[in-house]
């Protein structure tokens, strides 16, 4: 079987990096198997996989819900996780430097988790979601603590237009004196959608300058809808 590492080094980056500067996301193509999309979609039912479970109206959220994985993680999913962290550092370095920030996210996950866990954030993000029939997903930021990295991304689990209907990915752009800016990106099953966690930098005439990102999704119309999500900072 392929490696993850060797999965996410075949990937398009030059175009996946530019779709990220100009766009604040960019989607992968394929990249979790047929067989690895329902794998993680039977996870669901086993709670002993996970360390909680959020239902999105109780808190104002939106409607649907979502787990979070427990330490540790699938080993399949570390895997992913770190080979896809090692591949985004150097841009995260980048839009760093490009916003006046410190430039030094470590090349390895593994000395990123470790600082995270020495601040008080030590508790897993990765997390499956799943909408039903009328649910939905607020626009919102996932921040969990002082520590963020500034990319994640979500990998559709189930089959558009088959196992379900509406549900599309939804990313706002907000602009400093302009109107927000939306971006609606349609996955297949097994893609992924990269994008910016909070802020990311944008080229002006005087330099760059920062705008403020928000993601959700849009009203299911009718079937199940799986997500897995990888953020690579760890929580409070």
């Not at 960019?26 to 996870?43: D, S």
């Not at 992924?192 to 909070?198: G, L, Q």
């Amino acid at each position: 079987m392929t490696s993850p590492a060797s999965l996410v080094a075949a990937l398009d980056w030059p175009r996946i990096e530019t779709e990220l500067a100009t766009r604040g996301c960019a989607t992968t193509g394929e990249l979790f198997t047929p067989q690895e999309c329902a794998a993680l979609t039977a996870m669901y039912n086993r709670p002993a996989h996970f360390r909680s479970r959020v239902v999105m109206q109780r808190h104002g959220f939106g409607q649907g819900e979502y787990q979070y994985f427990a330490n540790p993680l699938p080993p399949k999913l570390a895997a992913w996780r770190g080979a896809l962290y090692e591949r985004l550092a150097p841009l995260a370095n980048a839009w760093a430097a490009a916003m006046g920030q410190p430039a030094d996210y470590p090349p390895d996950h593994a000395a990123y988790l470790a600082r995270c866990h020495a601040a008080g954030q030590s508790r897993p993000t990765p997390l499956l979601l799943r909408y039903q029939e009328g649910d939905y997903n607020c626009l919102h930021q996932d921040l969990y603590g002082d520590l963020q990295f500034p990319l994640q991304l979500t990998v559709l689990l189930s089959r558009p237009g088959e196992d379900f209907t509406g549900g599309e990915f939804v990313l706002t752009e907000q602009r400093p004196r302009m109107q927000s800016r939306a971006e609606v990106v349609s996955l297949a099953l097994g893609e992924a959608v990269i994008f910016a966690v909070n802020q990311r930098p944008v080229a002006g005439t005087r330099g760059s300058y920062r705008v403020t990102m928000r993601h959700g999704v849009s009203r299911l119309r009718s079937g199940r809808r799986h997500t897995l999500g990888i953020i690579f900072h760890d929580a409070r």
